[in-house]
């Protein structure tokens, strides 16, 4: 089920204009005199991430007429059966009888409302104002249907203030990982043991993976498909023909899917090529697990230290999970599924819209966005957009002017609060359409 929206006003308000404007098609008739909208009518709209089927309903007015007591019957029908009323007014004009009669009408039915002035390029009238905040409601949306001004930011409100409808339940998705690394590193014993079958050859001679074997297997019900790759080389001098489609495989391999496991030998994790191939897969965004390998090769090892070398050699991947195992003994490994399990939830983990603005306004408010020429920029709302990876909007009055420092202070501080560890977080700043608000 789609959740409803009503847009409801007395007649000339402007909602068939808003009703259009928020289609992005004429389909209901305007006009300048009242009255001219008699049949209900339906669009579904899809806007951040979110459906909702919009509404436009005839104005409420009073009359003993019988036709206009009918079409105000039709249109009281609708907002009986709505997830959420717009309660528009017309920004010229101070509230009539008419508006407060239908104010009293919509309360009684104890419906989600937003309140919204519409008419409002130009000047509002002040008394207007006073008026809809006497009634109880603070902070009514300025828009403009005729210009096309503050669209967004309802339709914005709108997804925020709606319940999701129950679904049905779906399958899961198969998710899809690679493990990569230099040769020798272990890459196929522990393909081996992930999978729970000996698919792929080992030994302590290099190169042994020339193709991509690939596994399905279950990780706590969810669908994994995993692949073992060629191993990269240190120096470009010693790869062949045959080595160099290896390693194209396993480029196109990375790209594929959703997590990269970078296998790390203990004895060489200092050594450039582990930050090439680092590199090489954060450029092209994927979800990066650090594991390293063979510490069974020493009585103790201090995993601090290693992090926080690794860390400091390769700064864009800081606080990537890294994880400490035996592919050869099977140690390590129970602490490296849940750290998998825990990248896949991440990875499809969408932040609740009102959650999300809630951090916003906190770390803004905590370090406020630098002023620019003078100018106050001001990041006035979030939505987030995809998932695998996480993409987010972020609505401001001047995205041009945002310096990079305090995009990667919003970054860094999304990444912490919600959990994106090792994720490649992409986010777009967009210029705000509401000149009003």
């Given at each position: 089920?789609?959740?409803?929206v009503i847009?409801?006003g007395k007649?000339n ?11 992005g098609?004429n389909?209901?008739i305007?006009?300048?005199f ?7 009518r339906?669009?579904e709209i899809t806007?951040?991430?979110?459906k909702?089927t919009?509404?436009?309903t005839?104005g ?7 036709l ?8 009281l029908?609708?907002?009986k059966?709505a997830?959420l009323?717009?309660?528009?007014f017309d920004g010229k004009e101070i509230l009539?009888?008419e ?10 039915l104890?419906?989600t ?6 008419k409002a390029e130009?000047?509002i ?7 809809i905040?006497?009634l109880g409601?603070?902070n009514?949306?300025k828009v403009?249907a005729?210009?096309?001004q503050g669209?967004?930011e ?5 997804c925020?203030?709606?319940k999701?409808?129950?679904t049905?339940?779906v399958a899961?998705?198969?998710f ?9 590193s272990g890459?196929?014993t ?7 079958e ?5 030994g302590?001679?290099p ?5 991509s074997?690939e596994?399905s297997?279950?990780?706590?019900n969810?669908g994994?498909?995993i692949f073992?790759t060629a ?5 470009d001098?010693?790869?062949?023909t045959?080595?160099?489609?290896s390693?194209k495989e396993?480029k196109?391999?990375?790209r ?6 970078i296998i790390i ?7 450039r ?6 590199d ?6 994927r979800?990066?697990i650090?594991?390293?390998?063979k510490i069974?090769?020493?009585k ?5 230290l290693?992090k926080k070398?690794i860390?400091?050699?390769n700064?864009q991947v800081n606080?990537?999970?890294?994880f ?5 003994n099977n ?7 849940h750290?998998i399990e ?6 499809n ?6 959650q999300?603005n809630?951090?916003?306004r906190s770390?803004t ?7 620019y020429?003078g100018?106050?920029i001001k990041?006035k ?5 995809d998932v ?6 972020i609505?401001t ?7 990079e420092s305090?995009k990667?202070?919003?970054i860094n501080r999304l990444r ?6 090792g ?10 359409s509401?000149?009003y608000?």
């Amino acid at each position: 089920m789609v959740n409803k929206v009503i847009l409801a006003g007395k007649p000339n308000v402007g909602k068939s204009s808003l009703f259009n404007s928020m289609i992005g098609k004429n389909f209901a008739i305007v006009n300048n005199f009242p009255g001219v909208t008699r049949d209900v009518r339906f669009f579904e709209i899809t806007a951040f991430e979110s459906k909702f089927t919009l509404i436009d309903t005839a104005g409420i007015k009073s009359s003993k007429n019988k036709l206009e007591t009918k079409i105000n019957k039709n249109s009281l029908k609708e907002f009986k059966n709505a997830d959420l009323i717009l309660l528009i007014f017309d920004g010229k004009e101070i509230l009539t009888k008419e508006d407060f009669e239908l104010t009293i009408q919509v309360r009684k039915l104890n419906k989600t409302l937003l309140t919204v002035i519409n008419k409002a390029e130009g000047k509002i009238n002040n008394e207007l104002i006073s008026q809809i905040s006497k009634l109880g409601f603070d902070n009514p949306l300025k828009v403009s249907a005729a210009h096309n001004q503050g669209i967004d930011e309802l339709k914005f409100l709108i997804c925020e203030s709606l319940k999701p409808k129950k679904t049905h339940n779906v399958a899961p998705p198969e998710f899809s990982m690679c493990i990569v690394g230099k040769v020798n590193s272990g890459k196929s014993t522990l393909f081996n043991r992930l999978s729970g079958e000996e698919r792929s050859i080992t030994g302590e001679i290099p190169n042994l993976t020339r193709d991509s074997v690939e596994h399905s297997f279950k990780l706590n019900n969810k669908g994994i498909k995993i692949f073992d790759t060629a191993g990269f080389y240190k120096s470009d001098k010693t790869i062949n023909t045959i080595n160099f489609l290896s390693i194209k495989e396993t480029k196109r391999k990375i790209r594929l899917c959703q997590i990269s496991l970078i296998i790390i030998d203990i004895e060489n994790y200092y050594e450039r090529i582990h930050s090439k191939i680092i590199d090489l897969i954060y450029n092209d965004k994927r979800c990066i697990i650090l594991v390293i390998n063979k510490i069974d090769k020493y009585k103790e090892v201090d995993q601090m230290l290693i992090k926080k070398k690794i860390y400091k050699l390769n700064p864009q991947v800081n606080e990537v999970p890294i994880f400490f195992i035996s592919a050869k003994n099977n140690s390590g490994l129970n602490e490296l599924r849940h750290g998998i399990e825990n990248q896949l939830i991440c990875w499809n983990h969408r932040v609740n819209t009102g959650q999300l603005n809630t951090w916003l306004r906190s770390i803004t408010k905590e370090i406020p966005p630098p002023l620019y020429n003078g100018r106050l920029i001001k990041l006035k709302y979030a939505v987030q957009v995809d998932v695998g990876p996480p993409k987010f909007n972020i609505f401001t009055n001047h995205p041009d002017y945002l310096k990079e420092s305090y995009k990667r202070y919003v970054i860094n501080r999304l990444r912490k609060r919600f959990n994106f560890n090792g994720l490649p977080i992409k986010i777009i700043y967009k210029k705000a359409s509401n000149p009003y608000e």
